[in-house]
C-alpha cells in the first residue's frame, strides 16, 4: 500500500514538471489539518448551527443576529487557525514556478498566509466586512473584537455588517469566477486537493480542464465523482501527501 503511494506521488511529480500550465483547485478539505471543521465532516459546530441555515443571505437580511450566533461561534478557530504542511506545499509549488495559480473555494486566507501569491478567493474572504446599507469597508481586526459583544454595525449609518464571503444564496464574485475559468482554460494539469466538488460551479472547472485536453490529479481523503476521469488519484490527508510531491519535485529538478 505504502509502495503504491509512493509510485502515485512520483508520477504526480512527472505529471507537475512536464506540465506547461498546472494550476491548483483546493476546497476545505486541506484546511482540516489546521483545525478548520469541512462541512461535511458532521464536527460539533456544523451540527449547532447548519451553515445552510445560518449563512444565509435570507436570514441574514431578516434577522442578522442568527448569522452573528455562527460567526461568534466560529471565529474562535478560525481566528487561531495556522496554515498546515499542505498549504506550505502548494506555496512553495508556486515559488518553484509549477502551479501559476490557486483557485480555492476556502475563506480561511491560509492560503496567503502561507505565502501563495495567485489565489482566486470563488467564495469570497473572511479578511473584510462590508455594510449592508451604505458599502463602508472595515478590516477584519476592528469587527472582529465586537462581536463577542453585540451585532456589529456600521460606524458611519448604523446599518449592518456582512463579510465579503458568499452566503448561501448569494451570487459568487465574478472577477474571481471569470479569473479561475480563464486559469483552467489555460491548464493542461489540475491538481485538486481537499474538495467534495459538490459546489457548483467551481465543480465544473475540472471538467473545462479535461474538455481542452488537459489532466485532472486528485487528492481527497474520500472519493469524489470526479476521480474516474483523473489520471491520478490519492485517497489520503493532503497535509501528508503535498509535501512528498514537493519532495519528490525536487529530486527531479
Ligand atoms: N476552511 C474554509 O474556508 C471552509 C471550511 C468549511 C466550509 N467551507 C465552504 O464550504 C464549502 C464546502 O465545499 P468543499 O468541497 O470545499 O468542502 P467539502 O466539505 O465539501 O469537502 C471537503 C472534502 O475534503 C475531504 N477532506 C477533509 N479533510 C481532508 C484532508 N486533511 N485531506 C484530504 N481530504 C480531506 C473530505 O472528506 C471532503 O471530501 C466550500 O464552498 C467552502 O466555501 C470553507
Ligand atoms: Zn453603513
Known amino acids: ?4 503511494i509512493d509510485q502515485k506521488i512520483a508520477s504526480v511529480a512527472q505529471l507537475l514538471l512536464e506540465a506547461d ?7 476545505a478539505g486541506i484546511s482540516t489539518e489546521s483545525g478548520i471543521p469541512d462541512f461535511r465532516g ?15 443571505i435570507e436570514t441574514m437580511k431578516r434577522d442578522p443576529s442568527f448569522f452573528w450566533k455562527l460567526a461568534k461561534r ?23 514556478g509549477i502551479i501559476k495559480s490557486i483557485i480555492t473555494q476556502n475563506i480561511d486566507g491560509l492560503h496567503q498566509l502561507a505565502g501563495s501569491k495567485i489565489v482566486f ?61 480563464v486559469a483552467a482554460l489555460e491548464a493542461d494539469l489540475m491538481l485538486i486537493a481537499g474538495s467534495a466538488l459538490e459546489v457548483i460551479p467551481v465543480n465544473q472547472l475540472p471538467q473545462t480542464v479535461i474538455n ?3 489532466k485532472l490529479v486528485i487528492i ?3 472519493p469524489t465523482w470526479l476521480d474516474d476521469h483523473a489520471e491520478i488519484v490519492i485517497h489520503e490527508k493532503t497535509g501528508n501527501i503535498l509535501p512528498k510531491i514537493v519532495e519528490e519535485l525536487k529530486k527531479l529538478f
Open 220 to 222: 481527497n481523503d474520500e
Open 74 to 96: 466560529i471565529a474562535p478557530t478560525l481566528l487561531k487557525a495556522r496554515p498546515n504542511p499542505g498549504h506550505y506545499a502548494l506555496a512553495e509549488l508556486e515559488r518553484m
Open 42 to 56: 458532521r464536527s460539533g459546530i456544523w451540527k449547532e448551527f447548519n451553515p445552510i441555515l445560518y449563512g444565509n
Open 121 to 181: 478567493e470563488v467564495h469570497g474572504s473572511l479578511h473584510n466586512f462590508t455594510c449592508m446599507k451604505c458599502e463602508a469597508n472595515y478590516t477584519r481586526e476592528e469587527i472582529i473584537p465586537k462581536i463577542f459583544k453585540e451585532v456589529p454595525k456600521c460606524d458611519k449609518c448604523g446599518g449592518f455588517l456582512k463579510p465579503d464571503v458568499v452566503l448561501f444564496g448569494e451570487s459568487l464574485p465574478l472577477d474571481q469566477i471569470n479569473y479561475s475559468q
Open 1 to 4: 500500500m505504502k509502495d503504491m
Open 21 to 27: 500550465y498546472a494550476i491548483s483547485l483546493t476546497g
Open 212 to 214: 481542452q485536453g488537459g
